[in-house]
């Protein structure tokens, strides 16, 4: 089956740890994006990238970073330079141009204790 | 001002009835609008994708957009209690097709 698979679903971190969200797809998808969603203020793009080794800040990538080494993958590095990390983190990929519908992976639930 | 404006809800119907869920936006240069739907603790899925003025319509869901006005809607007719979520509004600016603008999510309750 064709898709974006996230993991892990939850993961917890301490404070001035860094950690690092999978995203994987094989939709043969040029596009990928992270988003970012809290209650009441909808999906905020931190990163995104078109093409391979190449990747554009999006609204809120302070405290973020991100690799495309390969086409299927766009990891996501929660920085101890993020100052309130906890909130629900999602990661979707699509065709580059056109305007065409972005598919979205499950999740990955982040808490900092 | 932001983009892309939503009203958050919640909003609570019965069963069967016609629900009514609106965005609007600020920018003519906005391209494609697309509703999604987001279960809790889920990704969301696309529901309907348009890029043209006018009605489209997918079995029990109507998406309308109005670039006059700068105003999209998605209508479900028959509301099930399934279709309880949280349904998001997205556009894409003709500037960059590869950015997606969201709304911030109507979150829809349907009693039996």
């Known amino acids: 089956d064709g898709g974006i698979t996230q993991s892990p679903k939850y993961l917890f971190r301490k404070e001035g740890q860094n950690v690092t969200l999978s995203c994987e797809q094989n939709l043969n998808h040029d596009a990928m994006y992270w988003y970012r969603q809290d209650p009441g203020q909808g999906l905020r793009l931190i990163y995104y990238s078109q093409i391979v080794n190449d990747f554009q800040k999006g609204d809120i990538a302070e405290g973020y970073s991100v690799s495309r080494e390969k086409k299927e993958s766009f990891p996501l590095t929660v920085t101890s330079a993020q100052k309130n990390p906890t909130a629900f983190y999602l990661c979707?990929?699509?065709?580059?141009?056109?305007?065409?519908?972005?598919?979205f992976g499950q999740g990955t639930r982040l808490t900092v204790v | 001002q932001k983009e892309v404006e939503q009203d958050p809800g919640p909003l609570s119907v019965p069963e069967g009835a016609i629900v009514s869920l609106n965005c609007t936006y600020s920018n003519s240069a906005f391209q494609y609008f697309m509703w999604y739907r987001q279960y809790s603790r889920k990704g969301p899925e696309l529901l309907m994708y348009t890029y043209s003025s006018g009605n489209k319509e997918d079995g029990r869901f109507t998406a309308q957009v109005d670039k006059s006005s700068k105003y999209i809607s998605l209508f479900i007719r028959d509301s099930q209690p399934s279709d309880s979520a949280t349904y998001l509004c997205a556009i894409i600016p003709s500037y960059n097709t590869d950015k997606l603008i969201f709304g911030t999510g109507t979150r829809l309750q349907v009693f039996p």
């Open positions: 979707a990929s699509s065709m580059v141009g056109g305007g065409t519908e972005a598919f």
